[in-house]
């Protein structure tokens, strides 16, 4: 082993080498590349491609599979999660991967269709000192 200064940096040659230098997508370790996020093969050269790019509605992992987002299923995230009602709408909540509905504050039921977000109230009603925000039930100041 021998060591090598290039600008003020301290670099070891161990005589170990991976294929292609891990081109330049990961880490040399024991004469095998260990690839960063994104990239796969012996010598890290291979971007990961997902089936159909999970179709733009999730996150592709390097095992080659999609995380999808809230909304969608299935191996490719190509398929749309039905909801009750949709959750009505976004004004009134988010439709999550198991097919219910996560609602928004002043609406609830199946499809959080029930209640007004102008129903709610801020506590104390902001004691006088502040604006009450009737969609969140928030003080501001």
Known sequence: MYSTCYNDMT?????????NSCSEHGTCENERCSCKQGFISNDCSMPVVCPDDCNNHGICHTDQTCDCYNGYTGS?????ISCPG????????TCQNNGTCTCNPGFSGESCSEGSALALTCPNSCS???TCDTNTG????
């Open 11 to 19: 670099t070891f040659n161990t005589g170990v080498n991976c294929p």
């Open 76 to 80: 490719t995230c190509a398929q749309v």
């Open 86 to 93: 949709n959750c009505t709408d976004t004004t009134h909540g």
């Open 128 to 130: 006088n000192h502040g």
């Open 138 to 141: 928030k003080c501001s100041c």
